[in-house]
Nanobody
Framework: VQLQASGGGLVQAGGSLRLSCAGS????????MGWFRQAPGKERDLVAR????????YYVDSVKGRFTISRDNAKNTVYLQMNSLKPEDTAVYYC?????????????WGQGTQVTVSS
């Protein structure tokens, strides 16, 4: 079971990027999925998450109104659309899920993808 994140890059402030997280080895449609980020010298923090059943979403305050998490269960893929990017959004972004259905902790991680926002 794996998660593969992609879509990072270098963008100017105010620009947009879309991150993708493709799952393999199982069907992820019923599992909660999340995007985290880790800036240099800082801890890894949750950015957004989306539940399996119902697709309810949660965003950290700093990205509300700018980022959108979504999922395409047919493709076993979760996305993070990031608009109006700011330099403080610069970080390595990770997608994550739970190993157990209904698990409360994110313990299945993809590799990170670097997002750099220039001022």
């Amino acid at each position: 079971v794996q998660l593969q994140a992609s879509g990072g890059g270098l963008v100017q402030a105010g620009g947009s990027l879309r991150l993708s997280c493709a799952g393999s080895g199982r069907t992820f449609s019923r599992y909660v999925m999340g995007w985290f980020r880790q800036a240099p010298g800082k801890e890894r923090d949750l950015v957004a998450r989306i539940t399996g059943i119902g697709g309810s979403t949660y965003y950290v305050d700093s990205v509300k109104g700018r980022f959108t998490i979504s999922r395409d269960n047919a493709k076993n893929t979760v996305y993070l659309q990031m608009n109006s990017l700011k330099p403080e959004d610069t970080a390595v972004y990770y997608c994550a899920s739970t190993r157990l259905l209904g698990g409360s902790e994110f313990d299945l991680w993809g590799q990170g993808t670097q997002v750099t926002v220039s001022s």
